[in-house]
């Protein structure tokens, strides 16, 4: 049986394996560890770091559906002051490349957030979130638009020295617009999608489940309008792609990998499953094996 | 980790005490702590059930959950049977902060809440912490009274039931004597029955731990789903970490 590697190259990131936590699911890191060394990710994409400490929506903020999940959380966290001197001083310590989520309301503030984090000298890479549905200001809202999205993009990549992903949101009527737009724009690559904008009302109480009333829709649910998308963006740009949506096992990674993904994140699986990751690419390594594949560059986007 | 299923057995119309035994960290639990269960193998249900730890004997090598049937999961649960297999997570969370030792204790439980607070009880007998123990439960009416004889065993029991079909008509805060001088106070159940406690002993001097309870997702302190507020509302804690229990001066009621 051939020794099938499993390294990915992503804008000039070197990972070991293609497989890792997706922002948001993995806080910063220090739960998981608990269960397997952090080092055998690709690596940790921390939760959304904004300029000012957040702490996010009203409870109920995540409830369960039909093989998925909606979440509305409000990117609660301890802002970038101490996300730089609390948590990626440990997590850069665990060796393994460290990826931060990055949101913000203003295009100042994303801007500051991106140099600060830069700066630290701690991330690899930075992820911009574009595109979460679960803020009154921001997130979404530059995300949705070609035109914004450009714009935030250039000024964001002044500020960073490390390369940049662009989280796009499939909250949109065109997702291919706003790939290209980024691509134009300077980002480094892409990663999709973030969640679908969902609800579940409560017949008792006859109300909305989730305090935020709207939430996010994830999990093995969302996986075919992911691997759609991620196949329909694969076709219109040449930057690299990270996807996600619904991975829960090898051959869900597979399938976004043949759509035309370098790399894939996992989100809410690791809530069902918290040795999900390494499960995944262990099952990603039996089936190179077993098919004769040396390296992932082999079956990237074969499905074109 | 997989525990086997080694008794199921209904306890009022939609309650249920599961036991389990396999390999699982026993000696490590703390009451108050909880375990977080897959549901038919994660397949529909994706989310973990957070389920108290009722009881853990580690001995027998055996623990005890008692739950709520409120969705399709916790059916699914209530459907297991002797033989079954259970994938669970665990112990998860803070539990109850043990009492010095010797003082006055009373421990008041509602409903589901209940359960919890056996283990802590358990513990406070056999590790000699206190005999100084008051139990109050609350229920709503008689038949969903359960486990009150299980607790009568370990001390004083005094029940409220809100129609009065058992015990004592009117609710826990009616057997809450404050001028009983308790020293430490133990409650799980209905966040509108800690309320009630709290502003029931405001002016006395006691030490009061609740546990509470969230929607929870990953149950392991990485979602930020299950938060709740701190005294100052300035904080969010995670209910799965830094609770389920935890001193009622602060939290956010």
């Keep these: ?304 | 980790m997989l525990l086997d299923v080694t008794g199921i057995t209904n306890l009022t119309s939609n309650i249920w005490e599961l036991c389990l035994s396999g390999p699982f960290p026993y000696q490590r639990v703390q009451a108050g702590q909880f375990i977080n269960i897959l549901i038919n193998q994660g397949k529909d249900h994706i989310l973990r059930r957070p389920i108290s730890i009722a009881e853990v004997d580690t001995n027998k090598k055996s623990l005890t959950i008692v739950f709520r049937v409120v969705g399709q999961g916790t059916e699914w649960l209530s459907q297991r049977q002797v033989g079954d297999q259970l994938n669970i997570i665990g112990p998860l969370g803070t539990g109850f902060q043990l009492p010095a030792k010797n003082s006055k204790v009373v421990v008041v439980g509602g409903g589901i809440g209940v359960p919890p607070l056996y283990q802590l009880v358990k513990e406070l007998k056999q590790k000699q912490i206190t005999n100084d123990l008051t139990i109050i439960l609350g229920f709503r009416n008689q038949a969903d009274c359960f486990w009150v004889e299980r607790f009568a065993k370990l001390g004083q029991v005094l029940v409220a039931t809100n129609d009065g079909s058992f015990g004592t008509k009117g609710f826990v805060t009616d057997l809450l004597d404050t001028k009983a001088n308790y020293e430490y106070l133990y409650s799980c159940g209905p966040r509108g029955m800690l309320q009630a406690l709290k502003n029931h002993c405001q002016g006395i001097n006691i030490q009061g731990y609740v546990s509470l309870e969230e929607r929870m997702a990953c149950g392991v302190g990485a979602c930020y789903g299950c938060v709740c507020s701190s005294a100052d509302r300035k904080l969010h804690y995670r209910i799965c970490k830094e609770g389920p229990v935890f001193n009622w001066e602060e939290v956010a009621l």
Excluded: H
Excluded at chain 1, 9 to 35: D, I
């Design chain 1, 1 to 304: 049986m051939s020794n099938p590697n499993l390294a990915v190259e992503l804008a000039g990131l070197k990972l070991k394996n293609p497989v890792m936590p997706a922002s948001g699911c993995f806080g910063f890191g220090r739960e998981y560890s608990n269960y397997y060394p952090l080092s055998q990710l690709g690596a940790v994409v921390v939760k959304a770091t904004t300029l000012e400490p957040r702490l996010g929506n009203p409870t109920p903020r995540v409830t369960e559906v039909t093989a998925g999940m909606l979440n509305a959380i409000g990117l609660a966290n301890p802002g970038v002051e101490k996300v730089i001197t609390q948590e990626l001083p440990w997590l850069a310590k665990q060796d393994v490349p460290i990826i931060v989520n990055v949101a913000g309301s203003t295009e100042r503030e994303y801007c500051r957030v991106v140099e600060e984090i830069s700066n630290s000298g701690y991330a690899q890479a930075i992820e911009l979130n574009v595109s979460c549905p679960n803020v009154k200001l921001g997130g979404l809202t530059f995300g949705a638009d070609p035109k914004v999205l450009a714009n935030l993009i250039k000024k964001v990549k002044k500020v960073s020295a490390v390369p940049l992903f662009v989280k796009l949101s499939p909250n949109v009527t065109d997702i291919q617009d706003l790939a290209i737009a980024a691509e134009a724009a300077g980002a480094d690559g892409l990663s999709l999608i973030n969640t679908l904008i969902g609800m579940q009302i409560d017949i008792k109480t006859r109300k909305p489940v989730l305090a935020n009333k709207i939430g996010g829709l994830s999990g093995p649910a969302i996986k075919p309008v992911a691997v759609r998308m991620v196949y329909q963006v694969a076709q219109v740009v040449k930057i690299p792609i990270i996807g996600m949506g619904g991975i829960y096992s090898g051959i869900d990674a597979l399938e976004f990998i043949m759509a035309g993904a370098s790399a894939v994140m996992v989100g809410t699986a690791n809530f069902t499953n918290p040795m999900a990751c390494p499960k995944i690419i262990k099952e990603i390594a039996d089936f190179m094996a077993a098919e004769g594949i040396e390296s992932l560059e082999e079956i990237r986007g074969c499905a074109l």
